[in-house]
Every structure is written in C-alpha cells, then in structure tokens.
T-cell receptor, first 115, second 115 residues
Framework: AQSVAQPEDQVNVAEGNPLTVKCTYS??????LFWYVQYPNRGLQFLLK??????LVKGSYGFEAEFNKSQTSFHLKKPSALVSDSALYFC?????????????FGAGTQVVVTP | DTGVSQNPRHKITKRGQNVTFRCDPI?????LYWYRQTLGQGPEFLTY????????KSRLLSDRFSAERPKGSFSTLEIQRTEQGDSAMYLC?????????????FGPGTRLTVL
C-alpha cells in the first residue's frame, strides 16, 4: 500500500523568504513523486515530478523539490516566495509496480505568503 | 482551450436524486481517472479507464456509482440515489499512454452539494 504524509496543515512565510513544504511517502516499490498546486475553485496544476536520476528536480514557477530516498521525503522548495504562491499544495506518489498509475495524495498544505 | 473540461462545474441536488457528470479529457489521452476530493483532504482515487475499458475501481466506488467511457473519449460519472455524504468535488484527470510516470492533467472539477 502507498501513502503520503504532509505534516503541516499550513505554512506561513513572508514574501521574499524561502518556502519549504514537507512531504514524506511510503510505497512498496520505487516511487514516482509529484507536486501539484490548487488555487481556489480550480483544478490541480502540475508543478514537478521525480522519476529517477538527479535528486533535485526543477519545475514550474521557480519551484524545485529534493528527493531523499533514505528519509523517504520529497520536500518542495522555492528560494524566494511570492504572494501569488499562496495556494494549496499537494504531494502525490505512485508506486512503480502499479500498472494503472493512480496517484495517492497527501492531505495538502495551505501556503500563505504575506507581503 | 485544450485542457481537461468538466461539466457542470456545480451541481446542487436533493438527497435521493440521480446526478451525472461529464469529463472531456485532453485529446488523444488514452488514460482517464476520476478522483473525489472532500474539504480538507487530498483527492482520492475512484476509477481508471484506458480507452473505453474500466480497469480499476476503488472500494470508495459503491454500487450507487457508475462510470463509463463509451468511445474512449469523454467519460461520465453517475451517482444514483445521492446521499449527503456524496457532497464533494469530483475531479477528472487524463494522461497519455506510454510511460507510467506521465503526469496527470486535471480538470476544474464538479462540485456536488447534496441537500
């Protein structure tokens, strides 16, 4: 069985400061890891993914994430947060032994960036 | 717009009524997924289609729920005899066949309220 934990319900950060959103996972096989962002009344937008290779993955809007196999983590980061980054962020995992590709999502982390 | 579209965007119904939602995936995407998202939670997998074949159903999908993708293009999700517990956002996503690590592209969702 696969699972995802996002330990923080909300992250508050001042504009211009670094932003980190935490995610840990559990899968039977090797993980495929994803980050999505959700703005109010809108669907989920893909930010980035880790499949294999370099542990640091770069994605859209200046976001990046670091895969750490020993800690089973995939934290999302942005060096300098913008007010427009305020949104709900979801980490998701897919077990590479799952033939159909369904995603297991975390509960989400609300990011609030203050001016 | 060539993204995933869902209709209606909002549906309010009375308990016991039947409702049907439609999803139009990105053209030529063979894989189609339905998820359900309740307040404060991440999306939960409901069912998966590859072309017109429904290949996996979650235990969340009770016998009151039925999904179809008759020609391998658009999909419908029907809920019969709705209950208040069915109130949620229903999300549709699509992805191309091929590599299992392809990200899923989400529609804006249909928000169902059962009174």
């Amino acid at each position: 069985a696969q699972s995802v934990a996002q330990p923080e319900d909300q992250v508050n950060v001042a504009e211009g400061n670094p932003l980190t959103v935490k995610c840990t996972y559990s899968v039977s096989g090797n993980p495929y890891l994803f980050w999505y962002v959700q703005y109010p009344n809108r669907g989920l937008q893909f930010l980035l993914k880790y499949i294999t290779g370099d542990n640091l993955v770069k994605g859209s809007y200046g976001f990046e994430a670091e895969f750490n196999k020993s800690q089973t983590s995939f934290h999302l980061k942005k060096p300098s947060a913008l007010v427009s980054d305020s949104a709900l962020y979801f980490c998701a995992v897919r077990d590479n032994t799952d033939s159909w590709g369904k995603l297991q999502f975390g509960a989400g982390t609300q990011v609030v960036v203050t001016p | 717009d060539t993204g995933v579209s869902q209709n209606p965007r909002h549906k309010i119904t009375k308990r016991g009524q039947n409702v049907t939602f439609r999803c139009d995936p990105i053209s030529e995407h063979n894989r189609l997924y339905w998820y359900r998202q309740t307040l404060g939670q991440g999306p939960e997998f409901l069912t998966y289609f590859q072309n017109e074949a429904q290949l996996e159903k979650s235990r969340l999908l009770s016998d009151r729920f039925s999904a179809e993708r008759p020609k391998g293009s658009f999909s419908t999700l029907e809920i019969q005899r709705t209950e208040q517990g069915d109130s949620a956002m229903y999300l549709c996503a699509s992805s191309p066949t091929g590599q299992g690590w392809n990200e899923q592209f989400f529609g804006p969702g249909t928000r169902l309220t059962v009174l």
